[in-house]
């Protein structure tokens, strides 16, 4: 946000900023994903091959001197297990739903965002939610029981891991909120420390997975020509691996929930129109009124949200006693007689 500041851009234009890049980055990362996904389905040695180049380019930039990358420490490791377990689960389940699922039905597999963020935020953090925010989150859920209830042949599986994959995502952005003061509130220490020690979580998932003996098979026979375009793939969504990491971090510690939401409901709308015209998804009855009710939830608690701010910010009045009446009066006279 400091570069921003010296384009002389002001405070909504930056949050502006930050929002479409988050937006623009989401997006290719899905579409790639999926390209990759469809290519080979080796779902850990994509997330591996990420966050390999992730750590690489974020060296480079250390080296170039444009940012400046800590050094890792035991101490703050240890404080961070709680972000990168729900990282790499979060990753994990987020690739084998795509791999499973459609682009456009993504958005209802990891529609109950919403609903478990609420519970979340009123188990762990002790905020209770308005009923508004509570009819939100139930139209959320018919969006979802619509669009899954709907399609005949969507796999279980998918379905499994996008439910496992909202808890994750919801999880995330507490987690991430609680894990910067481990890094004195350094939004690039924690991307560091993040893709770092996800790696090496990863590593030893990749192997134990079998994916590596099916990629040596891939790679040693004749579908190497599939292989390289896999890690063709695997390049590029490293690269934007890298820029969703700045890009996350910088909206949810830059930015208002409710503005995360916002982009979160905008990108919804651009991956499903993405997904019919770049993939050829069929877009059921079903599925459309599902993915309708799951952004209209979002935009009910967006508006929720914005009616709770609102009311906090408003000022309070409290009745002038007699006594603060003359204080005041004696104030202005003696204001006159200056």
């Known amino acids: 946000m400091a570069n921003l500041n010296k384009l002389g851009l002001n405070e909504r234009q930056q949050v502006f900023c930050v929002v479409v890049f988050?937006?623009?980055?989401?997006?290719?990362?899905?579409?790639?994903?999926?390209w990759a996904l469809?290519?080979?389905?080796?779902?850990w040695l994509l997330l591996w091959c990420q966050m390999a180049i992730a750590v690489l380019l974020l060296k480079i930039t250390d080296y170039a001197g444009f940012l400046k990358m800590p050094i890792i420490q035991k101490d703050v490791a240890k404080a961070l297990i709680p972000l990168i377990s729900i990282n790499v689960?979060?990753?994990g389940v987020n690739t084998l739903c795509l791999v499973y699922v459609d682009t456009s039905f993504y958005q209802i597999a990891r529609g109950l965002v919403l609903p478990f963020t609420v519970i979340f935020a009123y188990s762990l953090l002790g905020q209770a939610s308005s009923k508004l925010v509570l009819g939100a989150c139930f139209v959320v859920f018919c969006g979802f029981y619509t669009g899954v209830t709907s399609e005949i042949?969507?796999?279980?599986?998918?379905?499994?891991?996008?439910?496992?994959?909202?808890?994750?995502?919801s999880l995330h952005a507490i987690v991430i909120k609680k894990s910067l003061g481990a890094v004195n509130n350094s939004s690039i220490d924690l991307v560091y420390y993040n893709n770092v020690l996800s790696l090496l979580v990863t590593t030893p998932v990749f192997f134990l997975s079998g994916e590596y003996s099916e990629a040596m098979g891939y790679y040693n026979d004749n579908g190497f020509a599939?292989?390289?375009n896999f890690l063709f793939a695997a390049f590029v969504t490293g690269i934007f691996g890298f820029l969703i990491n700045l890009a996350g971090f910088l909206q949810i510690s830059k930015t208002s929930p409710t503005t995360h939401m916002v982009s979160g409901a905008v990108r919804g709308v651009l991956q499903t129109l993405l997904g019919y015209y770049?993939?050829?998804?069929?877009?059921t009855s079903g599925r459309l009124i599902g993915i309708v009710l799951i952004l209209g939830g979002g935009a009910l608690y967006t508006y929720a949200k914005d009616q709770e701010m609102?009311?906090?910010?408003k000022p309070t009045y409290?009745?002038?006693?007699?006594?603060?009446?003359?204080?005041?009066?004696g104030d202005r006279n003696k204001v006159g007689r200056a």
């Open 278 to 283: 770049a993939f050829n998804d069929i877009i």
């Open 38 to 43: 469809n290519t080979l389905k080796l779902p």
């Open 226 to 228: 599939v292989f390289h």
């Open 22 to 34: 988050y937006m623009i980055t989401a997006l290719v990362m899905v579409s790639v994903n999926k």
């Open 318 to 329: 409290i009745p002038m006693t007699q006594q603060d009446a003359d204080d005041d009066d």
């Open 310 to 313: 609102r009311a906090n910010t």
């Open 89 to 91: 689960l979060g990753l």
């Open 153 to 169: 042949d969507v796999s279980p599986y998918g379905i499994i891991f996008g439910v496992l994959s909202s808890i994750t995502t």
